[in-house]
Each structure stands twice: as C-alpha cells, then as structure tokens.
C-alpha cells in the first residue's frame, strides 16, 4: 500500500510537469493550429538559462524568473520571426519548420555546452515529509503542485476575466470578426505563442531534477509525454490538457514503479495509440451539433 | 411598405448631401480569380444603399474588398475623405466602419455577453461602450435572456441580432451588412429593415447593406445598386428600382 501511494504521487507531480507542458501546447493549437513540436527544445534552451544562472548566483528563484522571462522573449520571438512566415496551408509546413527548430536549438545548445549531462538541482533537500511512519512526498513535490497549479489559476483569470484574455479566445476561435471588430490578431498570436513558451520554460525548470538533469534532448521523453497527455485531453481544451497530463504521469509513474522504468516511453506510446484509436478526438473533445 | 419621413431623396443629394463612402475602379479577387472588375460607387453620409444582385455578382467580395479583408488588386476606397487602404482591418472600426459579415459574425465559442464585450473592447470612453451594451439588450429582447448562453447555442434569428447589436456598440457612422436577414423569419427580418431605417433617421447611420431579400430591402433602401458578374450594371434611387417594373425584370428578375 505504502509502495501504491509513493508511486501515485510521484505520477501525480510528473503528471502535473506533463500537464503545464500539455497547456503550452494547446495554448499554441488554440491560437494558430500549430501543435509546437519544438516545445520541449525551447524548454530545453529555458532550462539551460534557467540551472546556469541559478548555479552562478545561487539564487533558484532568480534562474527561474529568467527562465520565465527568456520563455516569454523565446516564444514571441519564434512567433514573430519564423512561425508567421510558414504557409499555412498545408499543415504539414508547420510541422517541418517547428521540428527543424528543434533539432536547430537542440544542437546550438549542444555546441555550447556539450553532450553531458549537467547536474540540475531542487531548490529544496530531497528528504521525503513523513506522516505515520510513512513517507509521504517530498517538499520538491509540493513545489511542483504549488506551481503548476499557480500557472493553471492565473491562465483560466487571465482567459476568462481579462480584457486582453477575451481578446485572444476571440482571435483563435474567430480571427476575421476579431479583426473587424478592432481587435489585432498578430499581437494575440504573438503574446499567444510567448505565453506558452513561458509556461513551458516552467514546466522544464521543474521537471529537471526529477530527471537526469541538464541535456540537450532532456525534454524529448517529457514532450512525447505531455503530447500524448494534450492529445489525451483532446487538444484543444485546457482543463482536458491539464487531466489529460496528470493521467500520463500516473499510467507512466505505475508502468515505471510495478513494471521497469525503461518500458514508460514505450508505455508513452501505447497510451497514444490506444487514446488515437478509440477516441482520435481525445477525451475531452466536445462533439456539438451546429445549426445550420 | 412604402418609405416614410425623409426616406426617399434624390440620388446626388440625399442624407447631409455629403459623400461618407466612395469606391473608385475597385478590382479585386482571390488568388488568380478576378471577382470585382472596376466597380465605381458612392454612398451619400445618412442614407442607406442596398446593393443587389444574384450569386456570384460580387457583392460579398465588394463588402470584404472595402474593409480590406480582401486585397484590391486596383482602385481606390475612401472614407470620409480618407483613402481605406493605409488603414489595417483591425483600424476601422475605429475610424467609424462596422462590418457584419454573412453568416460568421457571431463568436460560437464566447457567450452572448462576451461577443457584445468583444464589441466595444477598443473603446476608450467605457461608459458609452456600457450604454450601447445595454441599448443592445433593450433593442434586442432576446439576446437579454440569454446573456450567459454560448453563440453556438443560438438560433439563427438571435445570432443576427447578436451580429448587428454587437456592430451597433462601436456607434458606427458606417455600416456594412452582408445578408443581414439570411435564414431568418419575416418577422425578425423586418425588424432588423425597421432598426437600420430608425438608426440612419436618429443618428445619420450609413449603411450599405448586401441583401438577397430585395422587396424587403428596397423597402428602406435609399439607393439600390445592382450587381452582376463583379461589375456594377445600375445604380439608381432605390425608389425607381421599387416602382419601375420593367427595370426590376431587366435586372432583379421579378
């Protein structure tokens, strides 16, 4: 039992990594139909910015403000300076130039600082908080809940309580009208695409000490995970992005804990094809009947 | 129906007399495809210009070509003096030009209430933007009911009115209305008729209104023009349009 609850809430903190990644991406499917396959690279190049900042000053928390800051410049700058040139026409366009993104940040990181793996480490010791003679989580546990679901609460006020948030629900749902009815959609694309390089920068600050550390591919196993978790949740809706996420970390944490933990990616994978098969639309799609 | 109050003006010198919105040699199309082939009009400030003819004549791609939704490939589009074409789409509504476009003006995914906050979002004066909020639930009594309701789960009657209610927020000088009264009942169809004719008498409203109805919007119209195959063939007082049988067999088909 003790083992049953130890590995759910190390899938429920993986989970809720996968989740805050899962949210970037759909924030960006929302805003442009583009499924950011450079996602887990643009963490990857956060999170390098994030440990070595963090290691020069000792300041964790400055690395990861930084780490946010240089998310939110990434992002708008990937929007602006390459993403609004690809032709959209054909979706596959999108694909291409967000891969070739990624293996060019991948491997510009990998020149500077070298295949190794660097240590990445948590802002908190790693001694477990017991209760009843069990041990329960770890602080870093609790840090990741807290903040995940900090980025979850601000998105939804920011979405459904601002001004600016109804200007980017209206851009990506209805971007003529928006523009007709004064609203600049390029700018929502913009601060759409920066947003969610932002919340991924957070979700790669986070994930790293509970993994290998600092890599140039350190996200690839996350981002298939937190794909899978999106697809899962049905892509287009960020309550199902964040369920979605959290299920992915706890088959992939109970896969790890009673199978062996070299099988989760391919675990990653079978959940995919399986959700794809049985409902291509993911969980959370909603099917309406429009009037015609 | 017949035109009442200052209605019918002679072509040349209705409303304020002055010219709100004039279109020189517009072309324009998609892609290889020439739609508008030199079109030529003027809409007098306050009056209201219906602009007819059958599919396919360019009437949508007209409306779309003037607010820059659609790249002229020629010609010229001025407001008010000012030439359209240095102006992004997003820019008019705040120069005074409203567009609803056929049947995709509603935001199905955000509620009644959002759409119509959606409206008046770019508006500094919040006081005003709250006014016209509110004159829209008044004006339209169902849209009132179902505030919280999410466009998609409207009818085609309350999403028109929606479209319209939430143009109307900008207080517009110029309105461009792309089958306003497509898919709806008579009646709801003629109230929309009814609102544009109180608006353009009480507030020198301009409209130009694309419209497959031609009894029903002859019957406000201050202008009719007629379009085929993306040119404009006439352009006369919509009275004559309305009177003169053997005009609306040559050209309307009734």
Known sequence: MEFFILVTIDGISRGMIYAAFALALVLIWRAARVVNFAQGAMAVVTSYAAYKIADATDSYVLGFAVAVVFGLLLGAAVERGLMRFVGHANPLNDVIIALGLALFLTSVIGMIFGGEYQPANQPFDTKAMEAGGVSWMTHYDLFIWGTVAAVVVLLGLLFTRTAVGLRMRAAAFAPEVSRLLGVSVGRMLTLGWALAAAVGAVAGVLILPTESGLHPHAMDIAFASAFTGAVVGGLDSPVGSVVGGIMVGLVLSYVSGYIAPSVTPIAVLVVLLAVLLVRPGGIFSSVRARAV | ?254
Do not use: C
């Open chain 2, 1 to 254: 129906m017949s035109v009442t109050g200052n209605g019918v003006k002679p072509a040349g010198s209705p409303g304020t007399g002055e010219e709100a919105l004039s279109v020189e040699n517009l072309s324009s199309g998609y892609g290889l495809v020439q739609v508008l082939r030199d079109v030529n009009l003027s809409v007098p400030a306050g009056t209201i210009t219906a602009v007819l003819g059958a599919n396919g004549a360019g009437k949508t791609t007209l409306l779309r070509t003037l607010t820059g939704l659609v790249k002229p490939t020629a010609g010229r589009v001025t407001f008010e003096g000012t030439d359209l074409r240095a102006f992004k789409v997003e820019e008019l509504v705040r120069r005074g030009i409203a567009h609803v476009p056929e049947g995709r003006g509603v935001v199905e995914e955000l509620t009644v209430d959002e759409n119509l906050r959606l409206g008046g979002l770019w508006r500094k004066d919040r006081a005003d933007a709250q006014k016209a909020t509110d004159e829209v639930y008044e004006l339209f009594e169902p849209l009132a009911r179902r505030r919280g309701h999410l466009g998609h789960q409207l009818s085609g009657g309350e999403r028109q009115m929606l479209a319209v209610g939430r143009a109307l927020i900008a207080r517009p000088k110029l309105l461009l209305l792309d089958e306003p009264s497509l898919g709806l009942a008579p009646k709801v169809a003629s109230q929309i008729m009814a609102l544009l004719k109180t608006l353009r008498d009480s507030t020198g409203l301009t409209v130009l209104l694309v419209e497959q109805n031609v009894r029903s919007a002859l019957s406000i119209a201050d202008q009719g023009v007629v379009m085929s195959l993306g040119r404009v063939v006439m352009s006369t007082e919509a009275a004559t349009l309305r009177d003169d049988v053997g005009l609306r067999h040559a050209y309307l088909g009734f």
